[in-house]
Antibody, heavy 119, light 107 residues
Framework: EVQLVESGGGLVQPGGSLRLSCAASGFTFSNYWMHWVRQAPGKGLEWVSRINSDGSYTSYAESVKGRFTISRDNAKNTLFLQMNSLSDEDTAVYFC????????????WGKGTTVTVSS | AIQLTQSPSSLSASVGDRVTITCRASQGIRRGLAWHQQKPGKGPKLLIYDASILESEVPSRFSGSGSGTDFTLTISSLQPEDFATYYCQQFHSSPITFGQGTRLEIK
């Protein structure tokens, strides 16, 4: 079964840092581009970042550029999102998603991990 | 960034009804559009991609159409498990963007 499981969310103070993980199983992780998408409480979906299959290319939404870093460990089938300088606007559920054809069409999503930025 | 506007924002319907949700793009995106379904507390689920291609194992009561700037998602006969929020997503150009969502509720 194809599966993505996010972890690492929690409560963090403004200005703090957090590292999210996304464990992939049921498919050849190293063949796929991967994305992070977030959803603020009661709001819609916002794309955050993407990374190509070997990790040599990344891109970010303007709202997180310079603060967030996406990376991956293909040997461990895991995607990461390092989040620094967090503000309350980053409070959201963070989803990882698979991109089956490096086209930005997302075909498999995880259940998400919740990040709350509050003092 | 390309803006996607969905209508309606919410919709009440009954089991067995036919419903249509529309998504309008701020500029042409050819057929670079997907529809996702999200239930409370869960991650989204891909239903349709390339505007009209049904994802594997998605029931045939779901269908999509459109190209350019105007797209529709149709559910031919609502089932109890279809009550959820639906999002369109464009992947024609970066960055990916989503519509604001359409919440489908039981009447």
């Amino acid at each position: 079964e194809v599966q993505l499981v996010e972890s690492g969310g929690g409560l963090v103070q403004p200005g703090g840092s957090l590292r999210l993980s996304c464990a992939a199983s049921g498919f050849t992780f190293s063949n796929y581009w991967m994305h992070w998408v977030r959803q603020a409480p009661g709001k819609g979906l916002e794309w955050v970042s993407r990374i190509n299959s070997d990790g040599s290319y990344t891109s970010y939404a303007e709202s997180v550029k310079g603060r967030f870093t996406i990376s991956r460990d293909n040997a461990k089938n895991t995607l990461f999102l390092q989040m620094n300088s967090l503000s309350d606007e980053d409070t959201a559920v963070y989803f990882c998603a698979r991109d089956p054809s490096s086209s930005d069409c997302l075909d498999v999503w995880g259940k998400g991990t919740t990040v709350t930025v509050s003092s | 960034a390309i803006q996607l506007t969905q209508s309606p924002s919410s919709l009440s319907a009954s089991v067995g009804d036919r419903v249509t949700i529309t998504c309008r793009a701020s500029q042409g995106i050819r057929r670079g559009l997907a529809w996702h379904q999200q239930k409370p507390g869960k991650g989204p689920k891909l239903l349709i991609y390339d505007a009209s291609i049904l994802e594997s194992e998605v029931p045939s009561r779901f269908s999509g159409s459109g190209s350019g700037t105007d797209f529709t998602l149709t559910i031919s006969s609502l089932q109890p498990e279809d009550f959820a929020t639906y999002y369109c997503q464009q992947f024609h150009s970066s960055p990916i963007t989503f519509g604001q969502g359409t919440r489908l509720e039981i009447k």
